[in-house]
Each structure stands twice: as structure tokens, then as C-alpha cells.
């Protein structure tokens, strides 16, 4: 078992109605002017956003507001936000949304707090983060967990690079979640969610280490309650119990609780960044895509980690004499999982067409940072491991 740190600060307030609460909270966490970012639809459309800037209006407390941020969140915009709160003289960022919007707000935290450093040098590493605005949640879509993790990521329309960033100092200060405000999402949204939370939580259990048990078994019984979770709640949209397992349940795959004392991977979403910065497609069903592949191509690399998820995780008999064909039944039931609930299992599923060598070239030379960077723990890639990948991942 290897050593770790574990750290965890943020006040989750879970339940309905929660979102009363939000005036009051900025004031514990020392906002006295406070940025209300948001995206533009469901927060709009569901009337939350005129209900949270309405309760900090009688709570007493300043607020400007900035919308537009959209999937796959824009450098472009990370950048009006910084100069906006700096005119206005803004101490708090309030994130009215989902991962996307928390990760601009996260952005938009580090840029306001170093005036003398180009954001996006945190996220390329030429610049090294020391402070930055404190951050908040008002969760409206589960799925990236940036509501309780550290990371933000961010894409640069100038190259389309789409690049991850990770600090303690981006923990969000709260989080408030009401799983009501989840069950006008469309149904391709919160299966997209739903993938994008059990791959965090992949990211972590397909590892070398397998001695910490706690940590395995605890990563298994949220997938397990995540997978059964999503069917009831795409037959019921308005399944209190089930969103409110879902919710929580993005949360819990992405602090890090579910990473403890192993080695982690993330060559997954590393290979997905590249699709989403590419072709603009939604996260989650990019990881859908790709994970089949990388999971084929890695899986002797701790084939007993393979085999007792299909057995614990996906109901796969084990065949004892066969370690290997368990291990490719459980990627197989996986992939049934993905079709069952609207999502793709390979990029011509994703983009609708075949991706060319070139496309796939160009997605490897950006992951690789030309050949300077190798991704994953279980297997560390190289720059023809990840071209092989994606040539699986075609369809």
C-alpha cells in the first residue's frame, strides 16, 4: 500500500432546498462580492439562476453575473471573466452549473489572484500556483466532480488544446447539491455524466497496486450503485432517490477518496481531452469511445485487477481456467452497458464518421506534448501506444 495524503475541505449541503442556504455560506467563506458564473441553459431554463441571485440579494450580498460557458470550457472566456471580476472588485466565485462551469469559475479563481501571470501558463506548466479566489459550487449536472476535486480543465480555442490543471488551493469552499435540480436533464446528458464519474473512479481502481482492499472494495460498490442508479433514473427522470445517488455519487468518484494509497492512471482522459478539443464532443461519451480500447490494450498489465471487475462489478461468471477471456467478457458487458444507455463505444459511433491517420496523428502528437509527455500509471503510453489506441477506438 503506498503512502498518501488525503485532503477533503469542502462543506457539502446535500438535500432539498438546499440551494437557501447559498447567502449565507459566501459569508462564512469571506465573499463580500461574489461572481455568479453559470452556463446559459438548464440554470436559466430551471429558474435557479434567478433563484440564487435573488437569495444573495436578500442575504445581503454583491454579485455580478457572467454566462456563456459552454462544453469543454473556453480559454477565451476564462479570460473576460478575470478582467470583469477585477473591475468589479470580486473576492468570490460561485459556479451556478456543472463541471464545465466549475472548471472556468476554478480558472477564472487563479487568473483574478496573479495579476502578473497568463492563466493558461498553470495549465501548460510554466507557472506555479500559490493562491487563487476562493470557489463554490451550486451543482446542476453530475458528472465531473470538479465540485469537490481540485482539478479544472480548460480548452485553448488557439491550437484546441484541451489541458487539466490541479491544485488543493482550487478545492471548493462548498458545494450545495439538490438532486431536484438534476431531473430536467435530457437523458444523454446524464448518461454522460454517469460514464464521466465511473471513469474517474476507473482512473483510479485499473492500477499495479493491489493491496489496498478498502480502497478496491469502495470503488466497486459505487459503481455498482452508480450503474443500477442511471437505468432507474432514464425510465424515471423525477426518481428522487436514485439522482440523489447519482449526484452524490459523481462527487464521490472525483476527491480522491477512491484513489487512496494506489498508483493512478488517467491515459484515458488524456486520450479523450484530444476527441473533445478535436471535434467538440461531449466528454463523457468520449471516454465511452475510448476506454473499450485502452482497456484491451492494458489489461494484461494487472489481469486479475480486470477479472475481479467483471466478476464484482459487472456480474461476469468467472472462469477460472480462463483469467483472460473473464477479463474480455467484463469489457464486453461494459460495452453493453455504454449502448444501453445511449452511449458510443468507438469514435465513429461519437463523430459519426470514419476519423482519418490524420486526425489520429495530430491527436497523438498533442497528447504526447510532441513526444515530451507519456501518459498512464497501469501502462505508461508511448507515443505508438496511444496511436494504436485511438486505431482501435475507429469503429
Request: net charge negative; charged share 25%; proline share 4%.
Amino acid at each position: 500500500m503506498r503512502d498518501f495524503n488525503y485532503y477533503a475541505p469542502t462543506e457539502v449541503v446535500f438535500g432539498k432546498k438546499s440551494e437557501e442556504q447559498v447567502a449565507a455560506l459566501v459569508k462564512k467563506y469571506g465573499g463580500t462580492k461574489v461572481l455568479v458564473h453559470y452556463g446559459g441553459k438548464s440554470a436559466v431554463r430551471s429558474g435557479l439562476l434567478d433563484k440564487i441571485c435573488s437569495l444573495l440579494q436578500e442575504g445581503g450580498v454583491p454579485f455580478v453575473t457572467l454566462g456563456g460557458v459552454v462544453p469543454n470550457p473556453r480559454l477565451s472566456l476564462v479570460h473576460e471573466g478575470i478582467g470583469l471580476c477585477r473591475r468589479e472588485g470580486v473576492d468570490f466565485i460561485l459556479a451556478v452549473g456543472g463541471g464545465s462551469v466549475i472548471d472556468s469559475g476554478k480558472a477564472i479563481a487563479m487568473g483574478v489572484a496573479n495579476a502578473d501571470e497568463e492563466v493558461w501558463n498553470y495549465y501548460i506548466g510554466e507557472a506555479q500556483l500559490t493562491k487563487a479566489l476562493p470557489v463554490a459550487s451550486v451543482l446542476t449536472i453530475p458528472a465531473a466532480g470538479s465540485e469537490m476535486s481540485e482539478a479544472t480543465v480548460i480548452t485553448n480555442e488557439d491550437g484546441d488544446m484541451k489541458i487539466g490543471f490541479s491544485s488543493s488551493l482550487l478545492r471548493p469552499k462548498f458545494a450545495i447539491m439538490n438532486p431536484e435540480r438534476t431531473m430536467s436533464l435530457p437523458p444523454y446528458q446524464t448518461a454522460a455524466g454517469v460514464t464521466d464519474m465511473m471513469l474517474h473512479i476507473f482512473e483510479r481502481y485499473f492500477t499495479k497496486d493491489d493491496d489496498m482492499e478498502l480502497t478496491a472494495a469502495l470503488a466497486e460498490a459505487t459503481l455498482r450503485t452508480i450503474k443500477t442508479a442511471v437505468f432507474d433514473v432514464l425510465k424515471n427522470p423525477n426518481d428522487y432517490r436514485q439522482r440523489a445517488q447519482i449526484m452524490w455519487g459523481g462527487s464521490v468518484a472525483h476527491w480522491g477518496l477512491l484513489g487512496m494509497g494506489q498508483q493512478e492512471d488517467w491515459a484515458t482522459h488524456q486520450l479523450e481531452h484530444e476527441l473533445s478539443a478535436m471535434f467538440d464532443v461531449t466528454h463523457g461519451a468520449g471516454l465511452a469511445a475510448v476506454w473499450p480500447s485502452w482497456a484491451r490494450y492494458v489489461m494484461k498489465e494487472n489481469l486479475r485487477r480486470f477479472v475481479r471487475f467483471a466478476v464484482n462489478v459487472m456480474d461476469v461468471p468467472n472462469d477460472y481456467t480462463d483469467p483472460e477471456a473473464t477479463a474480455e467478457k467484463g469489457i464486453e458487458a461494459m460495452e453493453c452497458f455504454y449502448r444501453a444507455i445511449g452511449m458510443p463505444t468507438n469514435i465513429k459511433e461519437l463523430i459519426g464518421r470514419d476519423i482519418t491517420d490524420e486526425e489520429i496523428g495530430e491527436m497523438v502528437r498533442k497528447c504526447s506534448r510532441d513526444g515530451k509527455r507519456t501518459p498512464g500509471g497501469l501502462k505508461v503510453l508511448q507515443p505508438e501506444d496511444m496511436e494504436a489506441i485511438y486505431k482501435m477506438a475507429r469503429g
